[in-house]
């Protein structure tokens, strides 16, 4: 049976910045190899440079996750330069809030493009290599919101309520493959995030919130470092994470 973090092959998506960035970090300290996804090609190659140069592994591979062509891209190449892929952490994700009767529909159809099928074009990249080696892990990031809805956030909530959904739909179908699935939603979480909301009385006031009460990307590390580092015959489904001083 097989634990620990050690010499696992990780893809990440969103690798360029916060929690993917941090993750990615964290995983290779700690002998993972990692395999870097996101749009931005120059932060992710900075990035593995950075790893590699510390004599860790890590490879960048740009990819738009709302492009299952380039997401196929990503874990192919990761398995074909590092022989399997052990976990696909689904990561990318985009939160513009606004309330619905401002009709932000662009908006509406970009998260549904990202943190939706985002998330299922990891899971078909993943699933056939894991199945045929008949192990793997797929952890995909929901949210708070994921479990809650609040006024302005109903459209992201509604994305991050379908993460949780088709991962649970993932989980009871992969049970034949020894594959593992684990759901993360964090709270407030100092990241880039907030700077996708366009709606500038929306973003003051969320920064305003989240400024006072956010944890590290570290936190979200940590706790997917926790549910991989479990033996195989160990299925952390799903962790739901806040600052403790966190209300919502």
């Known amino acids: 049976m097989s634990q620990g973090i050690e010499n696992k092959v990780v893809v990440i998506t969103g690798a360029s910045s916060g929690l993917g960035e941090a993750t990615a970090r964290h995983l290779a300290e700690r002998g993972a190899v990692v395999v870097l996804g996101a749009r931005r090609s120059d932060r992710i190659e900075a990035l593995a ?26 874990v192919d190449t990761a398995v074909q330069e590092f022989g399997r892929i052990d976990v696909m952490l689904n990561n990318a994700g985009l939160m513009p809030l606004a309330p619905l009767e401002r009709l932000k529909i662009d908006e509406w159809d970009r998260m549904i493009d990202v943190n939706i099928k985002g998330v299922l074009h990891g899971i078909a990249a993943a699933l056939p ?32 309520f379908a993460v949780r ?25 100092s990241t880039e995030l907030l700077e996708h909301i366009s709606e500038k009385d929306i973003q003051a006031g969320t920064k305003e919130f989240v400024s006072k009460i956010a944890v590290g990307a570290d936190t979200f590390a940590r706790t997917v470092a926790f549910a991989v580092n479990e033996p195989d015959d160990v299925d952390i489904n799903e962790i739901l994470l806040r600052p403790t001083a966190q209300p919502v």
């Not at 045929?132 to 892990?137: D, F, I, L, N, T």
């Not at 809650?148 to 956030?153: K, R, Y």
């Open 49 to 74: 440079a950075e790893l590699t140069a510390k004599g860790y592994k890590a490879r960048a591979v740009a990819t738009d996750v709302t492009d299952q062509n380039q997401v196929k891209n990503l």
């Open 129 to 160: 290599h894991m199945k045929a080696q008949k192990s793997g892990h797929i952890i995909n990031v929901s949210s708070v919101y994921g479990h809650v809805v609040d006024p302005g956030a109903t459209v992201y909530c509604a994305t991050k």
């Open 165 to 189: 959904a088709l991962s649970e739909g993932l989980r009871k179908e992969v049970k034949p493959y020894n594959i593992r699935t684990t759901i993360i939603s964090p709270g407030a979480v």
